[in-house]
């Protein structure tokens, strides 16, 4: 694991997507985002360039709606 400054918690990920903490859970256990786990405390925890990719699945299918 990378340095744990690197990765967002819950709370901070619902924040950066503008969903909310229990979005982001249930996303979680859909498969639709990865989250790794604290070593100490095992807190869900996320890596920025995921959720960026999220955010880029998003557009693409919201381009592909509007056209």
């Known amino acids: 694991m990378d340095k744990l400054?690197?990765?967002?918690?819950?709370s901070e990920a619902a924040e950066?997507?503008?969903?909310?903490?229990?979005t982001i859970r249930n996303w979680?256990?859909?498969g639709?985002?990865?989250a790794f786990r604290h070593p100490v405390n095992d807190?869900?925890?996320f890596k920025r360039d995921d959720?960026?990719?999220?955010l880029k699945q998003v557009a693409v299918a919201?381009?592909?709606a509007v056209r």
Not at 5 to 10: E, F
Not at 16 to 22: D, K, P, W
Not at 51 to 54: E, K, N, P, Y
């Open 51 to 54: 959720l960026d990719d999220l």
């Open 5 to 10: 400054s690197a990765y967002l918690r819950v």
């Open 43 to 45: 807190y869900r925890l």
């Open 62 to 64: 919201h381009k592909k």
């Open 32 to 34: 639709k985002i990865v």
């Open 28 to 30: 979680v256990n859909a």
């Open 16 to 22: 950066y997507l503008g969903v909310s903490a229990n």
